[in-house]
């Protein structure tokens, strides 16, 4: 694929560093877009902050790119400041692109509140599962949405193909994200382990008894690369999961065991993570100091609010693939592989204790 010269943007995440690193390692250029980039194994680090259209453009200035994969966002306080900050970031990166004559695709990582809603209406207003990609939008403001309608507009406007990719609940290695919950339980289960604490679920008795599933950043990155390079699979929208589901009930207790703790069902009354680890900070660097590990500020690692948003979710949540296996991406993952894999790569990192 050396002809493939693909643009990364949000390189620093979960979704974009490891498609980064899988596009490298499939023989792609890779540049890799961040307000903050890091640079790695053959990935050109590219900087610039995309609510800043002039540094969009300084950075993409006289690059050759044939595929963009959109992996950013930003959160904000409400839907629609979501809206109009996330608009106007794709808005940017594809105006600086408009002169890119060899620009043959574009991708956009999206996820699960397709089907369910913004976070202030989450889950309140939702599709009938298993979300299927079909199904028409809700009613109300989106960034999603608003993101798909740019995309679509610009592949339009400057003759590109393009897919969407709606990943649930990304589990993979990153450090410093707002939606990290493979990491952020890595740190609740250390935190309780060091302090004695039971490992409480965190979430709602529905998501403990129900159905649900998870996305691989590793399988994210397969169909990412799949849909660019496969013709059949151009101008589509794709769900994103490891392919098989599994009830919290079931896994819960298989993760506690990993980090020797107690397992623990949700309470009556949910104990959420923010209200959990509202005083953590210091204790967590304490934790930081004996093991010597890398990060010792517990806010740059875990995101308590967004696993308690999926966590605490009182309604099924489960996506079909049928839509991608038909046209032929048949890559599976099991899902406890995924957080014990991630587990294992946390150590070696000195992200947690070993």
Sequence with gaps: MSERRALVVGATGIAGSNLAHHLVNKGWEVFGLARNPQAGAKIQPLTADLLDKSSVEQALAGRDIT???ICAWLRQPTEHE???VNGAMVQHLFAALEGAKNLSHAALV????HYLGPFESYGKTMAETPFREDQPRLPGENFYYTQEDILFAAAKRMGFTWSVHRAHTVIGYALGNAMNMGVTLAVYATICRETGRPFVFPGSREQWNFLTDVCDAR???????W?????HAHNQAFNTVNGDIFRWRWLWPQIAAHFGVEAVPPPE???TLEEQMREIAPIWEQIAA?????????DKLASWWH???DLGRQIECVNDMTKSRRLGFMEYQQTPASFFELFAQLKAARVIPG
Aim: aromatic share 6%; proline share 3%; glycine share 6%.
């Design 219 to 225: 399988l994210l990155a397969k169909q990412l690369e």
């Design 82 to 84: 979501n809206v109009l």
């Design 227 to 231: 849909a660019a390079v496969t013709p």
């Design 67 to 69: 595929d963009v994969f």
């Design 290 to 298: 004996k093991y010597g590990l890398i990060e010792s500020r517990v």
């Design 269 to 271: 009354t949910a104990a």
């Design 110 to 113: 999206t996820g699960t509140k």
């Design 307 to 309: 696993t308690d948003a």
